[in-house]
């Protein structure tokens, strides 16, 4: 148990200590709003935007992409499914779930992008876009099943009520279900988000290595995870200003997670419902 | 909740006699039912799309890799040419790898557990901690690699060996053993414990000989996963410098190594095709022996589902 408190104080202590480092060096200000990256190259230029966007770009993508297959799929789940194709689908989702993410990267570069590039020779090989739509299907065997936990601990009684008013099924799950576990949902998207924002090997594989602040998702971007990969893949001293960059980016990332998680755990626990 | 009224009203008004107000409704029945089977086709195509999804990732990886997949390809190292390249080394070192944070995390993890569920009081102390392994599960793993770029690899100066990787994944899927091995023991019934106690057993007797047995499937299916989960990671090892080019076993805890996950980055990050069907040729290694774990945890969990809330 003390293990577990030992690594929070340390995550937090090397994270501050290493990021105190480099804001000795760079101002918090021009880290955070600053709008150009260019660490590696100099003249040095350390505006953590870009990176964000590109992030940002990863999650919006990816949860628009998986919050309403994966609700919908925990619908069909709970409310259509027979007993036995339960059976048979949760273990698939299971597996969806267990498929470590550098596989994802791998099926966006050689599959996803190839097909866009088919559609619209245009686009770029390393683009945001594909990127978002492997991370989004990463993600969905999680929403899915935080959706159909949700939906399982609604009490039968209340659904048997609307059925009794001669509701239909559809209208028992859009005037009952999903009314009476919307921050549940909420927290299955924010838990998501976070995973996202978290998400590394995919982007690195999927979205490239060019950090920069874009409204168009079918260019090469760089997310704050492929950042850290970049450096540390790439021997910087130990100490160097690239180095402690890295740290830099972590603490943001980490401070994100955290925030993310703690307002998602929050709302599960307040849905009154028992956590399972 | 004002949509639930409306919908109520206008079954309610269905049992009037009012002609005009009936063939309306008969219109409105008409077009719930098609919304309702709209809704129930619309579920049916997003599960049958995520099988799709699911399907062609893996006949994807299988055309592209299976024609690789030789006895060459396991005995073989890495090598600059596709055609000689193996994945002996990932192999060895994540054989490695499991076998290391494995009997780092389980030890730690489950004894945690037992701990929080059977000994632990209940304090703010107690809850916060409860609270802070729930965050810890959700940090980002490459996080985690940071962390143990500095404590391992630069404060203990494990440089970049094996027993540095092994202790970086333990600490990354510590929380989540800790957490389902508590869900695993939380389900034993208490009425057991009671039985126990009341045939005179002690508390260590309660614990060691009656809710451990009882919970154990469930904590082998947690650990199991887990566990599994570290021989995924890619992104905490490339962190704390797993190599990518290794041409040897590793031999002891302290040699460098690198895993299956990082060969195929490192392979599918090339811009050769014959490097991407080579990532794809030992995916289908790392997927048979994931699955293979998977399909353990969930007969495991089926076969002995005795104590669920």
């Given at each position: 148990m003390s293990i577990t408190i030992l690594t929070t104080i340390a995550v937090i202590v090397l994270l501050g200590k290493e990021s105190f480092e480099f804001f000795k060096e760079v101002s918090v200000v021009s880290f955070l709003f600053g709008t150009n990256w260019s660490?590696?190259?100099?003249p040095h230029s350390f505006g953590v935007l870009p990176l964000v966007c590109g992030t940002m770009w990863i999650v919006l993508g990816s949860v628009l992409f998986a919050v309403p297959i994966g609700l919908l799929v925990a619908v069909y789940l709970s409310e259509y499914a027979s007993d036995k194709v339960k059976s048979y689908l949760k273990p698939v989702l299971e597996l969806l779930a267990g498929i470590p993410t550098v596989v994802y990267g791998y099926f966006a570069l050689t599959f996803i992008t190839p097909l866009m590039k088919w559609i619209?020779?245009?686009?770029?090989?390393?683009?945001a876009a594909s990127g978002a739509i492997v991370v989004g299907i990463m993600i969905l065997p999680m929403i899915a099943s935080l959706c159909d936990d949700a939906f399982s601990a609604v009490p039968g009684s209340i659904k048997q009520g609307g059925y009794a008013l001669g509701a239909n099924t559809f209208e028992v799950i859009k005037d009952i279900l999903i009314p009476a576990t919307k921050s549940r949902i909420g927290a299955a998207t924010v838990l998501a988000v976070s995973r996202a924002i978290g998400e590394t090997m995919a982007v690195t594989l999927a979205a490239g290595a060019t950090a920069r602040l874009t409204a168009d998702p079918f260019v090469s971007i760089q997310t704050m995870t492929s950042f850290i990969v970049q450096v540390t893949m790439g021997d910087?001293?130990?100490?160097g200003i690239e180095y402690l960059s890295s740290f830099a980016v972590g603490t943001l990332l980490f401070l994100m997670t955290l925030v993310m998680n703690i307002i998602g755990n929050q709302w599960v626990f307040k849905s009154r419902i028992r956590v399972v | 909740m004002k949509k639930t009224d409306d919908s109520l009203t206008s079954i309610i008004e269905?049992?009037?006699?009012?002609e005009h107000a009936s063939v309306v409704n008969s219109k409105r029945m008409v077009k719930r039912k098609f919304y309702d089977k709209l809704f129930y086709r619309l579920c049916q195509s997003t599960i049958i799309l995520a099988l799709i999804i699911l399907v062609v990732l893996i006949a994807h990886i299988l055309i592209s890799g299976l024609s690789w997949l030789s006895i060459d390809f396991f005995t073989n190292f890495t090598s600059r040419f596709a055609e000689q390249a193996g994945i002996k080394a990932a192999i060895a070192g994540s054989m490695w790898v499991l076998f290391l944070t494995a009997s780092f995390a389980i030890p730690l993890g489950v004894s945690a557990a037992i701990f929080l569920e059977e000994?632990?009081?209940?304090?703010k102390w107690v809850e916060w901690v409860q609270i802070n392994i729930g965050n810890l599960a959700g940090m980002p793993s490459i996080v985690y690699g940071l962390v143990g770029l500095t404590v391992?690899?630069?404060?203990?100066?494990?440089?970049?060996?094996l027993l540095a990787g092994s202790l970086t994944l333990a600490l990354l899927v510590l929380p989540i053993i800790i957490i389902s091995s508590q869900e695993a023991i939380k389900a034993v019934p208490l009425s057991l414990r009671e039985a126990a106690y009341a045939l005179g057993a002690r508390k260590w007797q309660v614990v060691f000989l009656q809710v451990l047995p009882a919970a154990l499937p469930g904590i082998l299916t947690g650990v199991i996963l887990s566990v599994s989960r570290a021989i995924g990671e890619t992104a905490p090892l490339i962190v704390i410098g797993a190599l990518s080019f290794v041409a040897f076993t590793p031999g002891s805890i302290w040699d460098e190594f690198t895993v299956l996950p990082i060969q195929i980055y490192n392979w599918a990050s090339k811009p050769q095709v014959e490097f991407h069907q080579l990532a794809a040729a030992a995916i289908i290694v790392l997927l048979v022996l994931l699955f293979a774990m998977n399909f353990l945890a969930i007969y495991l969990r089926q076969k002995y589902q005795r104590y669920k809330l």
């Open positions: 660490p590696l190259i100099p619209n020779p245009e686009i770029e090989v390393f683009n910087a001293p130990a100490g | 269905l049992g009037t006699d009012d000994y632990a009081p209940k304090s391992f690899v630069r404060y203990l100066n494990f440089e970049r060996s």
